[in-house]
């Protein structure tokens, strides 16, 4: 089956930096999606992605769906300390009626003030 | 974006009983989907509610353990039976955007089996 590869599991950084995580996946997907997760709370959508290559930001987020279309990265800029918490990758593979969306681990972020 | 209420938020239940989680959604949505989280773990999909018909259930999850309820386009309930510690998790409810096909998710409901 079709699986995503997040790592590392957890990353510290101090306040401020800037950080960057990648999502690979063994097989293609036509739409990536990056969720954070805060404690107690369900997966929050942040970017998503519909193109190979495209390059899109929100914020102090951005976001690039890979070339190949079995990658993706998320880089954060300037952290805070309200950026705590799990993200998430996600591809789709929209075919038909079927929508289904494959998680990775998620790597947890812990912000040093 | 589509609001998901879920209840309960979370519950401490003992072991060989069922729980009934319900999912409100505020418009009419095709599909909705239950996930399981497990402490530490990523997102695994249960099934897919559909409405007029029985849900969808992935490979590894069954439908004695896992009955899922779908009376109208804005609720579903997901029904964990016979409750083992190994049942305790985080149980997600989503939707789809209609335009965008964007996931989106309850709060998510905490369950202790003990």
């Known amino acids: 089956g079709q699986q995503l590869n997040q790592s590392p599991q957890s990353m510290f950084i101090q306040e401020g930096e800037d950080v960057s995580m990648n999502c690979t996946s063994s097989?293609?997907?036509?739409?990536w999606l990056w969720y954070k997760q805060d404690p107690g709370e369900g997966p929050v959508l942040l970017i998503a992605?519909?193109?190979?290559?495209e390059l899109t930001s929100n914020g102090r987020l951005t976001a690039q769906f890979g070339i190949t279309r079995k990658d993706s990265f998320l880089n954060i800029s300037a952290s805070i300390p309200s950026d705590v918490g799990i993200y998430f990758c996600?591809?789709?593979?929209?075919?038909?009626?079927?929508?289904?969306?494959?998680f990775g681990k998620g790597i947890t972020l812990s912000v040093r003030p | 974006s589509a609001v998901i209420s879920q209840k309960p938020s979370r519950d401490i239940c003992q072991r060989g009983t069922s729980l009934t989680i319900q999912c409100q959604v505020d418009?009419?949505?095709?599909?909705m989907f239950w996930y399981r989280q497990q402490p530490g773990q990523s997102l695994t999909l249960i099934a897919t509610?559909?409405?007029?018909?029985?849900?969808?259930?992935e490979s590894g999850f069954v439908i004695d353990k896992f009955p899922i309820s779908r009376p109208n386009l804005t609720f579903s309930t997901l029904t964990v039976s016979n409750m083992s510690p190994e049942d305790s998790s985080i149980y997600l409810c989503?939707?789809?955007?209609?335009?965008?096909?964007?996931?989106?998710f309850g709060q998510g409901t905490r369950l202790t089996v003990v």
């Open positions: 992605l519909y193109k190979a290559g």
């Open positions: 418009s009419q949505v095709t599909m």
């Open positions: 509610a559909n409405q007029g018909s029985e849900a969808t259930y």
């Open positions: 097989s293609i997907f036509n739409t």
């Open positions: 989503s939707v789809l955007n209609p335009g965008t096909g964007h996931a989106f």
């Open positions: 996600a591809g789709q593979l929209l075919t038909g009626a079927n929508s289904k969306l494959t």
